[in-house]
């Protein structure tokens, strides 16, 4: 793998926008101005503070990935992804545990919506959320063998299914990619740098470590946003990749 130059470094880093409300996000963009990393609008901020702020965002000129993690019947999912591809997000994700049809679905949404908006973002799935352990996914969900064989079901189907990418564990890019194609997007949460705290992941890695098992994107939330100050925390996660 290449040496990665600043940018391209700051490209593959998503800063999980993970707040209450937008005078908080707004405070820290304005730490983070000028770094032209991709911007994570989560459940919590989006319900609040709603498509305006994702608009904004653009405006500004950041890639956004909307991290809604649709999961419904496949009417409902097309209805929901015909109106995330008008607010112009460049990403955005279903759950794959939805089936086939639902994911289709989703494609099917973008498409009709892309010749009012003129951007046709990427879509992916969720495989197993990063917070899922070995215990979690047997005894509670109720899906037996290894984690890594659901998550590699579950990329399989995406792909089947015409979408981009996964949601992922760092610790699963491998074999994805293995399953599915070096083109096959992974984009993982569960980053935490050397001696972060580990918070209610299970399946982590740190920024390099994810970067050398060929990850796309990594998503960085607390490790930045709690930082005592955040633009120092995402110059020295970038500084780690280069």
Known sequence: MGKLTREEAAGRIMVAL??????????????????????????????????AFVAGLKERGYNVFLDLKMHDIPNTVKGG????????????????????????????????????SGVKPAVIAVTQLTSTSQSVLND?????????????????????????????????????????????????????????????????????????QGTDYMVIGRPITAAADPRSALESIIEELI
């Not at 963009?29 to 503070?49: D, E, H, N, R």
């Not at 494609?107 to 919506?113: K, T």
């Open 140 to 212: 509670e969900i109720g899906i037996t063998g290894p984690t890594e064989d659901a998550v590699i079901r579950y990329a399989r189907l995406a792909k089947r299914a015409g979408l981009g990418g996964v949601v992922a564990s760092p610790q699963e890019v491998q074999m994805i990619k293995a399953a599915c194609g070096s083109t096959f997007k992974t984009v993982t949460p569960g980053i935490r740098p050397a001696g972060a705290d580990v918070g209610d992941q299970s399946r982590i890695m740190t920024p390099r470590e994810a970067l050398m």
């Open 81 to 116: 992804a015909n109106s995330i591809t008008k607010l112009g997000v460049d990403l955005f994700n279903v759950h794959a545990a939805g089936g086939l049809r639902m994911m289709e679905a989703a494609l099917e949404g973008v498409d009709a919506a892309v010749s009012s």
């Open 18 to 51: 993970d707040y209450p409300e937008a005078a908080a996000a707004e405070a820290l963009l304005s730490a983070l101005q000028g770094i032209p990393c991709y911007m994570k609008v989560g459940m919590q901020l989006f319900y609040t503070a709603g498509p």
